[in-house]
C-alpha cells in the first residue's frame, strides 16, 4: 500500500479521490497483500470478491469507480445491485475483453505473443518486456515512471498469476448487462488509449442509457499527474458527484493540502532520523532521493573538474533554483569538502573569498556589483596557480545591462593550466528552460549559454516540507556541536510548525530560526520543545497551539530523535 501511496504512477490517484470522499481500494485475489495462492480467479470471482469488500464496509449506498478491466466488473456490480451503486464511473473501460473483440487470425497471434512474454518477462526488469507494457500503458511516461511500473509488475503479483489474470481479462464480455445499468454513469476515455481503444469507451456511452461521455486529450492509460487530461479528468469527476465548484481542482491548493496529510503521517511514523542517510554533502541535506542522486553527482562532478589534469576542457555548470532553495549553500558546502574558506578582505568578504586549501573560492553575485568589481574580482584571480572554483550568482541578474556577459566570457573560455570551474545560478522564470531562454535574449546570452554543455545544467527543487524538518534538524545539531550542546530530540509539533510556516521558507532563514530556538532551550535540556521556537508571551505560539489540539493532537508531547 506504502509503496502504492509513493509511487510516480499512482499516488495522485490516491491522493486526489480521497480528498473529498472517503475512497476504498483493494487487492485482487493472487494480488498484492492478498492471498497469492488461490484455486480460482474467474470474473465471477472477481465480482464476489468486490461484493464481499462492500458488504464488510457495511455500505448502503456508495459511489462506485472501474478503471480498465474494473469497468467490466463495475458493470457488473452496478447491474446486480443497482440499489447500492449512487453514481457509476468508467475509466478506460470496455465492455469486451481485447480475444472477444479481435478475433482475425493476426489479432489473436498478437495476443498469444503477449500472454508467452508475460510468462517470461513479467517482472524481470528485462528491457524488452518493460518497453513492450509501459509503451502501451503509458507511451508518454518519464524514465522514473517507466521504471515504477516495471517495480510494480514485481510486488504486485507473480508471473504465473499475471498470466491467469491477463487471460481472464481478454475472455471478458459484459456487454448483455449495459442495458441494465440504471444509475447515473460517466464515462471518461483517453482518445490514444492503446490499451483499450477509444472507440470501446465511446461504444460503452450509446449502450447504456443516459450516459455522459468525457474524451480526453491523452495517450496514456494510466493518466499522469502532470497532464491536462489528469485535471479534466478531476474536474469531471467531482462535478458528476456534486462537489461544489469551490472545492475542484486549484493546483497549487491542491499540492499544499496533499503535502500537509503527508508530513503528518511522516511525522507519526518516525521515530527517529538519521541525517546521514539524507545527506548530500557537507550538512546540505535533501529528503528526495532522485534530488540527492542529482546532487551529489553534481557534487562529483565539481570536485573532479578541480581535479582534472586536463586544462583545455572547460568545466563550466549552471543552475536553475527558485530563491530560497539552497543553492549558494549546495556550492558553498561542495567547497568546505575541499578547505577552509577565509575572505581576502573584510570589504570584499561578501563576493571574494580565498580558501588556505588549495581550492580558491571565489563568489561573485551579479545582483549586488557593479561593472569595474566584477572585473576587479574576476582579473585578481588570473595569476593564482591554484585549482579555482567560481560561483556566480544571479547569473540572470542586470537585465538591463551588457556588460555581465561580456565580462564573463573571456574566463569561461579560458585555458589556464590549472583548473577553474564555474558555476552560474540563477531564479528566473519558472524553470531552468524559461531562465535559459530569458538569458538567450540578452546580449552575448547565447554565447554564454553555449558555453555551458547540456549536461552540466541542472534544476534543483524547490525545498519539500520534508527538506525544510531536514535543515532545521541539521542546524540545530551543529549548532549544538558548536556550543557544547546535544539536541538529541525535538517535539514533532514544533517541526511541524516550522514545515508549515510560510514565513520559514528558505535554507538562510531556517538555520537562523535554528539557532534562535537553540539559545531559548535550557542548558540543561537536551530536548528542543515547541514552546522554544518562540519568545515568551508571543501570540503565535498560543494560537498555533490551540489550532494543533484539534487537527494534530498527536504531535503534541511526542519527540523524534535525531542523530548524525
Known amino acids: 500500500m506504502q509503496f502504492d501511496f509513493d509511487s510516480p504512477v499512482l499516488r495522485h490517484w490516491s491522493r486526489e479521490l480521497s480528498k473529498y470522499h472517503s475512497y476504498t481500494r483493494y487487492d485482487d485475489r493472487g494480488c498484492g497483500l492478498s492471498d497469492r495462492e488461490v484455486a480460482s480467479s474467474t470474473f465471477e470471482n472477481w465480482v464476489e470478491d468486490l461484493e464481499a469488500v462492500v458488504d464488510s464496509l457495511g455500505l448502503e449506498k456508495f459511489a462506485l469507480l472501474g478503471l480498465s478491466h474494473g469497468g467490466a466488473l463495475s458493470i457488473a456490480y452496478a447491474a446486480r445491485h443497482p440499489e447500492r451503486v449512487s453514481h457509476l464511473i468508467l475509466y478506460g473501460a470496455s465492455a469486451l475483453g481485447r480475444a472477444k473483440a479481435r478475433s482475425s487470425m493476426r489479432d489473436l497471434e498478437e495476443l498469444n505473443a503477449m500472454l508467452t512474454l508475460t510468462r517470461v518477462g513479467w517482472g524481470t526488469g528485462n528491457p524488452a518486456y518493460e518497453q513492450l507494457f509501459t509503451s502501451i500503458f ?18 504486485s503479483t507473480s508471473p504465473v498469476n499475471a498470466v491467469r489474470f491477463i487471460k481472464e481479462f481478454l475472455q471478458i464480455n459484459v456487454q448483455d448487462l449495459l442495458p441494465r445499468i440504471t444509475v447515473p454513469t460517466l464515462i471518461l476515455h483517453s482518445r490514444g488509449d492503446l490499451v483499450l481503444p477509444f472507440e470501446d469507451g465511446r461504444d460503452l456511452a450509446t449502450r447504456i442509457a443516459d450516459a455522459h461521455f468525457v474524451p480526453l486529450n491523452s495517450r496514456n492509460h494510466i493518466l499522469m499527474e502532470d497532464e491536462e487530461a489528469w485535471k479534466e479528468f478531476l474536474v469531471e469527476t467531482r462535478r458528476f458527484l456534486g462537489v461544489s465548484e ?107 573569498e580565498r580558501n588556505r586549501g588549495n581550492v580558491e573560492y571565489v563568489q561573485l553575485n551579479l545582483a549586488e556589483v557593479e561593472e569595474s568589481e566584477a572585473r576587479s574580482i574576476l582579473s585578481a584571480t588570473e595569476k593564482s596557480e591554484r585549482p579555482s572554483l567560481f560561483f556566480i550568482d544571479e547569473v540572470d541578474g542586470k537585465s538591463g545591462k551588457s556588460w555581465p556577459y561580456e565580462t564573463l566570457l573571456p574566463y569561461l573560455d579560458s585555458s589556464k593550466v590549472t583548473p577553474r570551474v564555474f558555476v552560474l545560478a540563477g531564479s528566473s522564470g519558472d524553470s531552468l528552460a524559461e531562465m535559459k531562454s530569458l538569458i538567450a535574449s540578452r546580449p552575448k546570452g547565447a554565447d554564454l549559454i553555449s558555453r555551458i554543455p547540456d549536461n552540466n545544467q541542472y534544476e534543483i527543487p524547490s525545498m519539500s516540507l520534508e527538506d525544510k524538518i531536514l535543515v ?81 493532537p498527536q504531535l503534541i508531547d511526542s519527540y523524534l530523535a535525531v542523530r548524525d
Request: hydrophobic residues 35%.
Open 138 to 155: 503509458m507511451p508518454d511516461g518519464k524514465v522514473e515512471e517507466r521504471h515504477w511500473f516495471t517495480e510494480l509488475q514485481k510486488k
Open 246 to 352: 469551490l472545492a475542484r481542482v486549484d493546483r497549487e491548493d491542491d499540492r499544499s493540502v496533499a503535502q500537509a496529510k503527508e508530513l503528518v503521517s511522516l511525522l507519526e511514523r518516525t521515530s527517529e532520523i538519521e541525517l546521514s542517510k539524507y545527506r548530500v554533502v557537507g550538512i546540505y541535506t535533501r529528503y528526495d532521493e532522485k534530488t540527492r542522486n542529482v546532487l551529489k553527482d553534481l557534487k562529483q562532478k565539481i570536485v573532479a573538474g578541480l581535479q582534472s589534469s586536463n586544462a583545455s576542457k572547460h568545466e563550466n555548470y549552471l543552475i536553475w533554483a527558485r530563491p530560497g532553495s539552497g543553492k549558494t549553500f549546495f556550492v558553498k558546502q561542495v567547497t568546505e569538502t575541499l578547505a577552509h574558506p577565509k575572505p581576502k578582505t573584510e570589504k570584499m568578504q561578501g563576493s571574494f
Open 472 to 552: 532545521t534538524l541539521a542546524n540545530l545539531r551543529l549548532a549544538g556541536r558548536d556550543t557544547g550542546r546535544d539536541v538529541a530530540e525535538v517535539e514533532k509539533l514544533a517541526l511541524y510548525y516550522v514545515a508549515k510556516n510560510a514565513g520559514l521558507d528558505s535554507a538562510r532563514q531556517l538555520r537562523e530560526f535554528a539557532l534562535r530556538c537553540l539559545e531559548r532551550m535550557p542548558s540543561e535540556e537536551d530536548r528542543l520543545k515547541f514552546d522554544h521556537l518562540f519568545a515568551p508571551g508571543d501570540q503565535a505560539n498560543k494560537e498555533f497551539w490551540f489550532g494543533a489540539r484539534t487537527v494534530v
